[in-house]
């Protein structure tokens, strides 16, 4: 490592005096090539991670043996790139900027970052790092020096009060200057000790997000308003603790429990909380930071991201968009009071529930997210219903189906197609893509002698026509599994479609088919396991979902398998879970063994997550599929295994 000479030290100045070169390496390099830097250089803090000779990363030396020194640490990072050792949250700043600011990115930097790198950029190229340690001793050292030149000064001021008014003047012009700087900041800055009471001392940019002055004002006082009420014994603890305790690793950790973002006045702000310590009494600095803008950008940035996703979907699944719309808005318009012919109405209420769940993942599938997320509040909404079924009606069923209109649902992603693709896009007659091998059976049958005089055989050769492969809709499905991975944060599976080709009715399967979104998102969110947790129980990184199929035609029938190579099901929560809502009784739940018990996630509201959201948890999907099973005269069978995953075989009546 090279130590440069800071000489010439002004506030104002340029940061390149502080310039360091240090050891850079390729993201594709493993990490026994870190290793090998810092047993080779121990004075080495860091290493600096390229692509294409720009920085994307850093490696400090404290993280690395930290990671090193976890349980499987040698054996999960030594032979992989070091891109997933790399921290790519970096501090970054051009070399025409000034040392003050510098300054306040190191005040202002996390704890975790106390001896970390900043990239520094001369015209937009990489230029080398500045060692916020090295940055930060230089300073130390000329803050010392500038104390003792004050000392002497101050003798010399005793004979000349000239002198000794000019520099107060100059001092308070310092000063002066310092809060000037922290008033243009883009952040805010307030502080408070062990009474909790805001110090006058804060930057200007905290009378514009509070709308006023917020000296003498109790913090949480002050904040609370704009968190949920129950956050507020969040603040109290936090605090609390925090001043009674006496080390400083558990502080921070006691400041890393508050909460961290709101809205103030129509502006998300993001709150970090620094330990600061003066005269031996430690304090609290608040850094207030106006994110509104990040966020807006993030959120339309994602909505691009569906819309093209929506736009591609509706370009190559025309026809299934038109009948899942068609079908949805039936449904909504009248067509769900057939459901509730039936005596039982708590049955009719599931089925009904069931539909309304399924289309909310068909959307999700097909790129309408925001006509998935209107339907996710209207289960909600169905939910509260269901949970008095004892007190129901058809008119309340009626009630709340009228506040449900199917054009505002689809309004948002219906005009995201209809603006690129054309409002024609809807009114088209739909197109049967016809395979060429097709045909070519059909010219030769034709200029054969064996042409069919029957009619009823006549049409069903015509009929055949539309048939589709089976893999088709299967392969629509890896999109929809790409979308639930970003949403879940975990790595895309391998997705494998094999084994034989069936030939299907789209209009005879189509609920079956679309049914299969419960599966495929179980195993998303139930059973492949987060990355970490992969790594842990020494399986690979990227899940694997497996779908087969296999013609019996001896017994008229196929079948399709689908499995994958997480987690398996808790049979064991399932079997308490059953037993909270009433579903089984404890004997016959003791008695049943682990294939049976299996079956219980076909049971309507029953589901082994805590807490639904807006992919899972309702505990109807399951059973949606099975009723899609055995309306075609089919059947469901589950086999799991702890730690090794889950298969689903479905079993369907199949006319060569």
């Known amino acids: 490592m090279i130590t440069p000479e800071f000489k010439d030290f002004d506030s104002e100045g340029k940061i ?45 030396r404290t993280m690395f043996y930290q990671k090193m020194g976890t349980m499987y640490g040698h054996s999960l990072y030594m032979k992989r790139p070091v891109s997933i050792l790399m921290e790519t949250d970096m501090m970054s700043a051009d070399a025409t900027d000034n040392v003050s600011k510098v300054g306040i990115l190191a005040m202002s930097r996390e704890q975790n970052k106390l001896y970390d790198y ?25 803050n010392d020096a500038q104390i003792n030149v004050l000392k002497h000064q101050q003798k010399e001021l005793l004979t000349a009060h000239e002198q000794e008014v000019v520099l107060r003047k100059d001092l308070e012009y310092k000063s002066d200057a310092v809060r000037n700087l922290f008033d243009h900041a883009e952040q805010g800055f307030l502080s408070f000790g062990s009474d909790l009471t805001v110090k006058n001392e804060y930057s200007y940019k905290c009378i514009e997000i509070f709308n006023q002055n917020i000296g003498g004002f109790h913090y949480i006082d002050l904040i609370s308003r704009y968190f949920d009420a129950d956050k507020k014994s969040v603040f109290e603890t936090a605090f609390d603790s925090f001043f009674k305790n006496n080390s400083m690793v558990t502080d921070n950790v006691y400041l890393m429990l508050l909460p961290a973002e709101c809205e103030i006045n129509g502006k998300n702000i993001r709150f970090d909380y620094k330990r600061i310590e003066s005269n031996g009494k430690k304090s609290v600095m608040v850094i207030l930071s106006d994110v509104t803008e990040l966020i807006s950008m993030e959120k339309a940035m994602e909505e691009d991201k569906n819309k093209q996703r929506l736009l591609i979907k509706a370009f190559t699944c025309q ?101 690129v693709l054309g409002e024609s896009y809807f009114g088209e007659s739909e197109i049967i893509t016809i395979p060429k091998y097709k045909l070519e059976q059909m010219k030769e049958q034709f200029a054969s002698e064996q042409i069919p005089t029957d009619k009823n055989t006549l049409m069903k050769m015509i009929d055949n026509l539309k048939y589709k492969n089976i893999k088709i809709y299967l392969e629509q499905y890896q999109d ?46 139930h059973g492949i396991e987060t990355n970490e ?13 497996h779908c087969q199929i296999q013609k019996y035609l001896d017994e008229n029938r196929f079948e399709l398998r689908i499995s994958d190579d997480g987690r398996g099901i808790d049979l ?57 099973c055995m309306k075609l005269g089919g059947t469901i069978e589950i086999e799991t295994k702890p730690g090794e995953g889950t298969i689903f075989i479905l079993s369907f009546p199949y006319s060569v």
């Open 16 to 60: 390149l005096q502080f310039v360091i070169q240090v050891p850079a390496v390729s993201s594709k390099a493993e990490g026994q090539a870190i290793k090998d830097i810092f047993d080779q250089n121990p004075e080495t803090e860091g290493v600096v991670i390229t692509e294409n000779n720009h920085p994307v990363g850093l490696i400090m």
């Open 118 to 142: 900043v990239i520094v950029y001369k015209n937009k190229a990489y230029a080398g790092v500045i060692s916020i340690r090295l940055f930060l001793v230089e300073l130390s050292k000329i």
């Open 319 to 419: 026809a299934q968009i038109k009948q899942m719309i068609e079908e949805f808005t039936d449904l909504f318009s009248g067509g769900y009071k057939l459901m509730f012919i039936k005596n039982n109405f708590e049955e009719s209420l599931n089925e009904f529930f069931r539909a309304v769940h399924t289309y909310k993942g068909d959307f999700a599938q097909y790129g309408f997210m925001t006509a998935s997320a209107h339907i996710h509040h209207f289960e909600e909404e169905l939910l509260q219903l269901f949970e008095r079924t004892d007190k129901l009606t058809n008119l309340d069923v009626e009630r709340i189906m009228s506040e449900a209109d199917p054009k505002n649902i689809l309004e948002a992603d219906l005009s995201a197609i209809t603006e």
């Open 480 to 525: 929809y599994l790409k979308y639930l991975c970003e949403r879940l944060m975990k790595y895309m599976p391998t997705y494998i479609i094999e084994g034989d080709d069936v030939e299907i009715d789209p209009d005879q399967y189509s609920d079956a088919l679309k049914s299969l979104v419960h599966i495929f998102r179980n195993s998303m969110d």
């Open 533 to 545: 947790e992969r790594l842990e129980y020494g399986k690979p990184e990227r899940g694997i979902i």
């Open 572 to 628: 064991h929560k399932l079997k308490i879970k059953a037993l909270d809502n009433n579903i089984r009784s404890a004997d016959d739940l003791n008695l049943m063994d682990d294939s049976e018990a299996a079956k219980l996630i076909f049971a309507d509201h029953l589901s082994t997550k805590d807490n639904a959201d807006a992919l899972s948890g309702r505990g109807i999907g399951m059973g949606a599929v099975k009723e899609a």
